[in-house]
């Protein structure tokens, strides 16, 4: 499984745009290609994707965590290179214009094989689960609904291995004791407490960072 950051707050390549906001490609064996969340700026996002070589057309599904801008700004500007995309939203995402097939999702729902969406969790948000052989990777776009919620909902799939994403303000550190990776991107406030804590496990994010699990 690799997934690449595209947008982010930071930049981890210099030759791309930081910016507020969240997207990366999950890219995982005899499974289409999927783009978690959009970013802020469909022209970021696009400039962002031409220095690392991803082709939009390439792309087979978009994952939408939740409604906040800075996770759907990249959507209209992605959907207009690329309209035959398949795009998961959570319920109370309204249908975007522009793309061919839109599945809105509330529950608990396989996407393919081995890879899961936690449900819309609070009403709120959905956050992506994909198995692997080391366990469930979890990618969240901002874990609003929390991150004790998201990781309860992901342990349904299988065991929880590595945590990818925005955290905002979360603080109860030791719910990440039993992970073996965490990437915390975006907003995530506290991300040197985490990085303090958890050294043998804390990779940095940024965008231009490719994760191979």
């Not at 690329?82 to 998961?88: G, H, L, P």
């Given at each position: 499984?690799?997934?690449?950051?595209?947008?982010?707050?930071?930049a981890y390549k210099k030759?791309?745009?930081?910016?507020?906001?969240?997207?990366?490609?999950?890219?995982?064996?005899n499974t289409p290609k999927i783009l978690f969340d959009t970013g802020a700026n469909g022209?970021?996002?696009?400039?962002?994707?031409?220095?690392?070589?991803?082709?939009?057309?390439?792309?087979?599904?978009?994952?939408?965590s939740h409604s906040h801008w800075d996770h759907t700004g990249g959507l209209s500007d992605f959907l207009k290179i690329n309209k035959n995309v398949k795009v998961y939203v959570p319920s109370s995402f309204p249908k975007p214009r522009g793309a061919k097939e839109v599945t809105s999702v509330k529950d608990p729902f396989q996407i393919h094989e081995n890879v899961f969406s936690t449900g819309e969790l609070s009403g709120i948000e959905q956050s992506l689960a994909v198995k692997t052989e080391k366990g469930i990777v979890v990618i969240a776009g901002c874990s609003h609904s929390g991150v004790g919620n998201i990781l309860n909902a992901a342990s349904n799939f299988g065991d929880v291995y590595a945590l990818i994403g925005g955290l905002h303000g979360f603080r109860?550190?030791?719910?990440?004791?039993?992970?073996?990776?965490?990437c915390a991107t975006h907003c995530t406030q506290f991300k040197s407490e985490i990085k303090k804590l958890y050294p043998e496990k804390y990779i940095e994010g940024g965008a231009g960072k490719v994760i191979m699990v």
């Amino acid at each position: 499984m690799k997934i690449t950051i595209i947008y982010d707050n930071e930049a981890y390549k210099k030759d791309l745009k930081a910016d507020w906001g969240f997207s990366c490609l999950v890219e995982i064996e005899n499974t289409p290609k999927i783009l978690f969340d959009t970013g802020a700026n469909g022209l970021i996002l696009l400039h962002n994707m031409e220095k690392l070589g991803i082709d939009p057309c390439i792309i087979d599904e978009i994952f939408i965590s939740h409604s906040h801008w800075d996770h759907t700004g990249g959507l209209s500007d992605f959907l207009k290179i690329n309209k035959n995309v398949k795009v998961y939203v959570p319920s109370s995402f309204p249908k975007p214009r522009g793309a061919k097939e839109v599945t809105s999702v509330k529950d608990p729902f396989q996407i393919h094989e081995n890879v899961f969406s936690t449900g819309e969790l609070s009403g709120i948000e959905q956050s992506l689960a994909v198995k692997t052989e080391k366990g469930i990777v979890v990618i969240a776009g901002c874990s609003h609904s929390g991150v004790g919620n998201i990781l309860n909902a992901a342990s349904n799939f299988g065991d929880v291995y590595a945590l990818i994403g925005g955290l905002h303000g979360f603080r109860e550190f030791g719910l990440l004791k039993d992970l073996n990776l965490v990437c915390a991107t975006h907003c995530t406030q506290f991300k040197s407490e985490i990085k303090k804590l958890y050294p043998e496990k804390y990779i940095e994010g940024g965008a231009g960072k490719v994760i191979m699990v």
